[in-house]
């Protein structure tokens, strides 16, 4: 069976190919992102692979269909990008690796929550420089602050975790609670409550309709003044533009970010030779209480590792049943 790896990197080749061995899949690797131009790569495949910034709307998957895939297999968690129902329509079954590593990304979250606390990533630059200065680089403790964390699913519980570990109040909002993290301490609330009283909101729900610009004008309007956010879950949580508009007032005290709504046109490629031209991204990097990180969170080897196996066992799962093991199914 043929499989069409897109948008592959280096690292993605690495890991596949470590996880391919003994089968007898032959993997393709593009290093073209998907969208309807290039899903003319796949002609001869029967499966194709894809990462979050892929296009996988209708256009593609019509082509995708045309060419007779029958399976793509997503190397991420979230499926916000893809158009289920035109999947659906042409008969090609969807995958996802479901959990690869939450530890990941939940100690990425707290990656940028400590270096945009203790201004670490100002501090490396000063040193550099001679300047030992500590005017504008204070921060508080965690311990005895008030997280809120939007979504505790996966990575969601392991960030609980590690909070209360720092000794901060843990507060949530998820519209489907866990036992787990209710027995971390975690309280959860109305939306409203956690916006209104929490020092850190850290953002780890899905895309979804309902999470489509959570977080825009009104509720920052509602949020405790210089509070941080985190947002390492899918950039359209967020209206960067009524972000922009919180940090110029002050409401919001610190940004990190992982994720961005237009990352496409940006993450992944190395563009230090010609220029960033997203100006709404380009303001953002003018606040010294910003940090982004191009959607590294889930980057770490154990991850890698993770998503490539099962990745495999997606496929030749398919290839043995007609089914993945984990397929992504269109909501009831
Ligand atoms: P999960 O499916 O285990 O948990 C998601 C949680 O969000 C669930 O408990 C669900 O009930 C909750 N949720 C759904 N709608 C919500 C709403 N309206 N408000 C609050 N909570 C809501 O997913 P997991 O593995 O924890 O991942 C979460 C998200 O993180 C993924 O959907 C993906 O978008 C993002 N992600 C980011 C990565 C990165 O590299 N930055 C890597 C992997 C995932």
């Known amino acids: 069976m043929r499989i069409d790896v897109f948008s592959a990197k280096p690292h993605d080749l690495v890991f596949m190919q470590h996880a391919t061995q003994g089968t007898a899949l ?7 992102r998907l969208n309807p131009d290039t899903a003319r790569l796949a002609q001869g495949a029967q499966a194709i692979c894809a990462f979050v910034n892929d296009d996988l709307g209708g256009a593609t998957i019509s082509v995708l269909s045309d060419l007779g895939i029958k399976l793509i297999a997503l190397r991420s968690a979230g499926f916000n990008h893809v158009d289920l129902r035109a999947a659906q329509a042409a008969g090609i079954a969807v995958a996802r690796v479901p959990a ?3 530890h990941s990304v939940a100690e990425h979250t707290v990656a940028l929550i400590l270096a945009l606390n203790r201004k670490t990533h100002r501090a490396f630059n000063r040193v550099r420089e001679g300047n030992f200065a500590l005017d504008g680089l204070m921060g508080f403790d965690m311990h005895g602050k008030v997280a809120g964390i939007v979504g505790t699913g996966l990575i969601g519980t392991v960030l609980a975790r590690i909070l209360s570990g720092f000794g901060c109040e843990l507060l949530a909002y998820d519209p489907y609670p866990s036992a ?7 309280h959860y609330v109305e939306m409203d409550e956690l916006l209104g009283r929490a020092d850190i909101i850290t953002l780890q729900c899905p895309l979804t309709p309902d999470t489509h ?43 990190g970010l992982d994720v961005y709504e ?25 606040f010294p209480n910003v940090l982004i990180t191009g959607h590294q969170g889930f980057f770490t080897r154990e991850a890698l590792r993770a998503i490539a196996e099962t990745t495999i066992a997606n496929i030749t799962e398919f290839q043995s049943s007609g089914a993945p093991l984990h397929p992504v199914k269109l909501p009831d």
């Open 26 to 32: 032959d993997m393709q690797f593009h290093e073209a």
């Open 213 to 255: 610009h959570l977080i825009d004008d009104a509720a920052i309007a509602r949020l405790k003044p210089g509070v941080m956010l985190i947002n390492t879950s899918r950039g359209a949580v967020v209206d960067t533009r009524a972000v922009i508009r919180g940090l110029k007032s002050g409401q919001i005290g610190a940004l």
């Open 180 to 186: 787990e993290c209710e027995a971390l301490g975690v």
């Open 262 to 286: 237009e990352e496409a046109d940006l993450f992944f490629e190395d563009m230090s030779q010609s220029f960033i031209p997203d100006d709404v991204f380009a303001r953002l990097l003018t």
């Open 100 to 102: 690869y590593s939450p």
